[in-house]
């Protein structure tokens, strides 16, 4: 089993829709696939056509020792991989978690037990350093970083970068980058191309060969409850992401060997 936090600090850069879409293209990929959704919005668990305002139970239950992973997991209806929901609950999860102890094992805890249930787990992770995105690196053996192709992001990589040094040194001796995938990509940009090449320069291979373009489909889609992959499986930015997961699978099988 191989767990992937998406990870970025800063918002709206594409990791619900990359947790989203690589998670439906893995399914699709014959990979037993869990998503957790680990962002108070709940938008992760919408875009997998789970309605966040009827859950009995969610991942907050799960954190909080109230429920286990097999109560609270749900199948994605559209996606078909499995989905740990959140909703607008799990943002108390942060205070009520204060005086738990090992709270930022958490997660890792309640994934033991159910490793030989999934190849990939991915962990769509909230918009800042809290309680709640320790809890996925801590669990994660490496993050993706999704980010778009500009200035600001660049400023924004090496704070996120800082802070896995910091987790690996002091929580997860097992974590990594597994790669920066580039996304909401204009070809047509000339920063764009600059910040692409930059970080080519800089990160050598953990740059993913996949560039996932700007695309009205894949934006589209959550609104349906859709992953984009299944959405329009011939828009630009569904052909992307599963030229994704044939890339993350590629990836992996690299390393047994």
Known sequence: M???AIANQKGGVGKTTTAVNLAAALQANEQRTLLI???PQGNATMGSGVDKRSLPRSVYHMLLSTASLADVRTKSPTGKYDILPANRE???AEVEMVDL??????LK???RLHRDDYDFVLIDCPPSLSMLTLNGLCAA???IIPMQCEYYALE???DLVNTIKKVHANFNPDLKIIGLLRVMFDTRSTLSNQVSAQLEQHFGDKVFKTLVPRNVRLAEAPSFGVPGVLFDKNAKGALAYMA?????IERVKNWKE
């Open 2 to 4: 191989h767990i992937f």
């Open 37 to 39: 959704d680990l962002d």
């Open 90 to 92: 799990l943002a108390g």
């Open 101 to 106: 102890e090992r709270r930022e094992q958490r």
């Open 109 to 111: 805890s309640a994934l």
């Open 141 to 143: 053996d490496g993050v």
């Open 156 to 158: 924004g990589l090496s």
């Open 244 to 248: 994704f997961a044939i890339e993350m």
